[in-house]
């Protein structure tokens, strides 16, 4: 292909690639006025509002038409405020308030069980028994050899003078050991019985008479549950926010609609380097007996929470030096760097030198510039007084007299 025809193809292509981006691109047709391409010739490709636009801006050049004495036209919308970090939410679980394994403190076969499932135990009742016939003949003995060493001591202590010192130390010493022997033979048939140390709700009973049980078998598991703890972790940002008797809410996830006040019961020590949370524990009330150990719950606390301007998502714009927004101030626009604390879906929360109401541009940030003037879309533009003209000042004047 010949050369010329080459450029021929080449110019058409530019042309028709200029064409579009005039007619697609918003303020390409003011760049071109700018550039000296007459307005005619730039309305013949651009939108007709755009082309209108355009020759409006031209009119209002000095020196004739274009578009660089045009004041930009935006559109503003008032910083707000929002408060954030003052909720914690938080799933835990469940526990009541003194939870005990009731165990035997001697191994045996069981005689008696004497409760059942969800019975409400006192403390110090006995909830079942274990065989005691050996031990009740060892308290026996143990009585008669107390009798019988008690019998010589007073025996030895009416012979008076007849018996020796020694012999009587002696009777003494056997009726202390026959006291201790009796003793620990009681002991040993009072462990018999197994006791529930603590009040509460029995749980299911596993184990049944007949049954041979050692010192690790579990008879019963008894709850305390006129209180519950509940056990959550939070971010390791709350550890010098959260404090011992701070109150909290808390709602049972198997109860929906339930809500149970409480305080915070008590707080770790140290935060977890893996999950670099800290592991708090809430105490909550439970008068109705309505909640159970190993329950779920989401658990609410609230706090004072740091507070920050917001602004539109559209009104953030980015550059080399980071993200900013354009203030409103007296018809001038002037960037404000901003550092972004929360994105959310209807507004931005950022660190930055703003105060509540104050006007941020949302549209219309393509043509500002710092401290450049700006019209706000909706408000009358100002305009300056011309001064009048002598025969005007005079027919003033004149209608005043009248």
């Known amino acids: 292909m010949r050369i010329w025809k080459q450029l021929a193809i080449c110019l058409v292509v530019l042309v028709a690639g200029l064409a579009a981006w005039v007619h697609f691109v918003p303020g390409a047709a003011a760049k071109l006025a700018g550039f000296g391409v007459p307005e005619r010739l730039v309305a013949l490709v651009a939108k007709p509002e755009v082309a209108a636009e355009g020759e409006s801006k031209g009119r209002n050049r000095k020196g004739g038409g274009g578009f660089a004495g045009q004041v930009p ?27 005990v394994t009731v165990t035997p403190l001697a191994t045996g076969n069981l005689t008696e069980v004497l409760i059942k499932s969800g019975d409400r135990i006192k403390q110090g009742q006995v909830i079942a028994r274990l065989d005691s016939d050996d031990q009740k003949v060892a308290a026996d003995q143990a009585r008669v050899a107390l009798a019988s ?22 009777a003494e010493f056997a009726e202390q050991a026959a006291e201790l ?17 603590s009040q509460g709700i029995a ?4 184990v049944h008479p007949g049954d041979y049980v050692t010192t690790s ?31 909290v809410s808390a709602s049972a996830i198997a109860i929906p609609g339930s809500e149970y006040s409480g305080v915070i ?33 989401s658990v609410v606390a609230r706090f004072a929470g740091d507070s920050y301007p917001t602004v539109n998502p559209l009104a953030v714009q980015w550059s080399a030096d980071g993200s900013f927004v354009w203030r409103v101030e007296d018809s001038k626009s002037l960037r404000v760097p901003v550092k972004i604390v929360q994105r959310n879906s209807d507004k931005v929360l950022v660190d ?22 700006v019209r706000i879309a909706g408000e009358e533009p100002k305009r300056e007084k011309k001064p009048e003209a002598d025969g005007e000042q005079k027919v003033s004047e004149a209608e005043i007299a009248k």
């Open 265 to 297: 019961h008590a707080i770790d020590n140290r935060v977890d380097e893996a999950s670099r949370t800290l592991r708090v524990r809430a105490r909550l009330d439970n008068p109705d007996d309505t909640l159970r150990a190993g329950m779920s719950f």
């Open 181 to 197: 022997d009796l003793r620990k033979a009681e002991l040993d048939l009072k462990r018999r019985d197994i006791v529930a140390p």
């Open 217 to 247: 078998t579990p008879i019963a598991v008894i709850d305390d549950r006129s209180q519950i703890l509940v056990d959550f972790w939070v971010p390791e940002r709350f550890s010098n926010k959260i404090s011992v008797g701070q109150e």
């Open 73 to 99: 036209l935006v559109v503003t919308e008032p910083v707000g405020e929002a408060v954030v970090n003052d909720r914690l939410s938080a799933i835990g679980s469940g526990d009541a308030i003194l939870s």
């Open 203 to 206: 749980g299911i009973i596993t």
């Open 149 to 170: 060493a008690q019998e010589k001591v007073e025996r030895n202590r009416k012979l008076g003078n007849a018996v020796s010192v020694a012999v009587l130390r002696e």
């Open 352 to 373: 930055a030198a703003l105060v509540k109401d104050q006007a941020v541009v949302m549209e219309g940030v393509q043509r500002l510039r710092d401290g450049g003037e």
